[in-house]
């Protein structure tokens, strides 16, 4: 299998280290597909995509389904997230929808958002998952006067548009809503959206969708997909599959030639997390950032945080653009460098766990939900760019409405095909660029300074 980067980021014979897993004990482990099965539909993938589509083709249309999971399920981004469980998908402005879908077009996928986040809820509620970590809506904190102009902008756009209302804080209100970092100069508060346990949900999905009939594999990293009479075969280490419908759900971790189709159109970009050890009630004051509230920053490159239930603090932000482990150590450090200026306060805190993985961006910078042109029977979604905990769960079941034959409303943004990225082996060279502009438009980061 080729993959864009190193080898060291897919080896799943281990879990990554993220809090997560460590505050969760893991569940016996999916065994490996053995000998020769048949199935109506194969998952390839069994994160929230893979796992919505296997759980509403099993649940809703009777279907016989079968996941193949490389790790573990959840062991890709679905279980090693931020757990924000929001508004996203697309990293286009809604001037950029409209021209692309029309308004109309751009009201259906926002309108598709938030239906996600109010699916993730239910299936929390029906299959009482145990997932859910504070209450709901989420701060977007300008990190610069000209930032919380471009808030005003999006708060007035977001009206005008979908007709919803956006809370903008100036920045002398942040301190009594608990919003205090080095730089932050006010914030849009977004009514919707809540936190949770990344990989608990993940891995109550595994569960509803065995439950409902799904077989789900681990240790199962499919290494060949081709046609075969009526369908496709797929191989793994163990065994082959036999399936006449076949999802791809690999998003950020999928290989260039599973199928070759997809080679070329994704862009896998890294994201890296720390979290700290609990904070204690006096030094979360000291820094007097105490929302509950899941929170990002307005830069670019943007750094997303929250507390967690337990007192510990999460912070992430864009990886490098290389997995090698020497690579993931001085990003590391730099995590923690950004950690440390933007919340001076709690600079000497340690982390107890830090982590990256794989978000997926496309070249059309919108997700795909839909069959592979040229190839009866195969579909794919992917692209959720650095928010998939919700999208990527509602399309998941989208793709499962779509194999089952049945009519459903995929929005048009999400229908466009994404291009190949131009000259595709560069990819990395792009983001690197990317990145380095970005950060040139964000301006530099708060100073570094010990409280
Ligand atoms: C560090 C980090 C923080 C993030 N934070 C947030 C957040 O707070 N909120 C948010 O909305 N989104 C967030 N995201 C994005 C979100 O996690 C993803 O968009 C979402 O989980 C994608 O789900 P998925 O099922 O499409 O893909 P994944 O969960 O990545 O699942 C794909 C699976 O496919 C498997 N696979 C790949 N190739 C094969 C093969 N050949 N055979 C078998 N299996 C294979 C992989 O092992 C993997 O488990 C974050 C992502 C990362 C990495």
Known sequence: MHRLYEDAAYDTSAWPTSHWRASLPAPPPAEPLHGLVKTDVAVIGAGYAGLNAALELAQRHGASVTVLEAGQPGWGASGRNGGFCCLGGAHLSHGKIVSRVGAGGARDFRDFQHRAIEHVADL??????????????????????????????????????????????????????????????????????????????????????????????????????????????????????????????????????????????????????????????????????????????SRNLLHYFRHLPDGRFLFGMRGGASAAPEAQRRNARRVHEEFARIFPAWAEIEATSEWFGFVCLTGSLAPYVGPVPGAPGLFATFGWHG?????????????????????????????????????PPLRRVWLRMGYVSRALRDGPLPPAKRV
């Not at 070329?264 to 890296?272: C, F, H, I, K, V």
């Not at 919700?390 to 989208?398: D, K, V």
């Open 124 to 297: 929390l509620q029906e299959y009482s998952i145990d997932a859910r970590q504070g209450p709901e809506g989420e701060v977007c904190i300008a990190h610069s006067p000209r930032a919380l102009a471009g808030l005003k902008a999006e708060a007035a756009a977001v009206r005008t548009l979908y007709g919803e209302e956006a809370e903008i804080l100036p920045g002398a209100e942040l301190a009594e809503r608990g919003l205090s970092g080095e730089g932050f100069c006010g914030a849009l508060m977004t009514p919707v959206g809540f936190p949770i346990h990344p990989l608990a949900y993940a891995e109550g999905l595994a569960r509803a969708a065995e439950r409902a009939g799904a077989q789900v594999f681990g240790g199962s990293p499919v290494t060949g997909l081709v046609p075969e009479g009526e369908g496709w075969r797929l191989t793994t280490p163990g065994g082959v599959l036999l399936a006449r419908r076949v999802l791809i759900a690999t998003n950020g971790y999928s290989s260039e030639d599973l199928p070759p189709w997809i080679g070329g159109r994704t862009l896998p970009a890294q994201s890296a997390v720390l979290v700290t050890r609990p904070l204690s009630a006096a030094e979360k004051r000291a820094q007097g950032f105490t929302t509950p509230l899941m929170s990002y920053d």
């Open 387 to 423: 928010n998939g905990v919700a999208p990527a769960s509602l399309g998941g079941r989208l793709a499962g409405q779509l194999i089952s034959g049945m009519p459903t409303a995929v929005p048009a943004l999400m229908r466009q095909v994404p291009k190949r990225f131009p000259l």
